[in-house]
Nanobody
Framework: QVQLVESGGGLVQPGGSLSLSCATSIDMFGFKVMGWYRQIQGSQRELVAR???????SYADSVKDRFTISRDNGKTTIYLQMNNLKPEDTAVYYC?????????WGQGTRVTVSS
């Protein structure tokens, strides 16, 4: 069974930065489009960033120019560098394939942006 293990969340002040990681056990990882999703309390999970096989990236408007997604195919891991964080970024962050999630969700990592 595929495992998705997100880490790196925490409490940060507005304007701060965090770096998230998602270690996976996905077979043929290098051939999968991967994404970071988030779920704000009371809302549906949304895709905020994705990275293609060749490294092409795309972002939701709400995080564009602040978040950067990257991948390490050798480590079957993706990353999310989050800068200039805002209170509205507070959510649980998850990784999975994108734009459709093929695997069971991991536990996620909670990000709280608050002063």
């Amino acid at each position: 069974q595929v495992q998705l293990v997100e880490s790196g969340g925490g409490l940060v002040q507005p304007g701060g930065s965090l770096s998230l990681s998602c270690a996976t056990s996905i077979d043929m990882f290098g051939f999968k489009v991967m994404g970071w999703y988030r779920q704000i309390q009371g809302s549906q999970r949304e895709l905020v960033a994705r990275i293609g096989v060749g490294g092409t990236t795309s972002y939701a408007d709400s995080v564009k120019d602040r978040f950067t997604i990257s991948r390490d195919n050798g480590k079957t891991t993706i990353y999310l560098q989050m800068n200039n964080l805002k209170p509205e970024d507070t959510a649980v962050y998850y990784c999975n394939t994108a734009p459709q999630s093929l695997y069971d969700w991991g536990q996620g990592t909670r990000v709280t942006v608050s002063s």
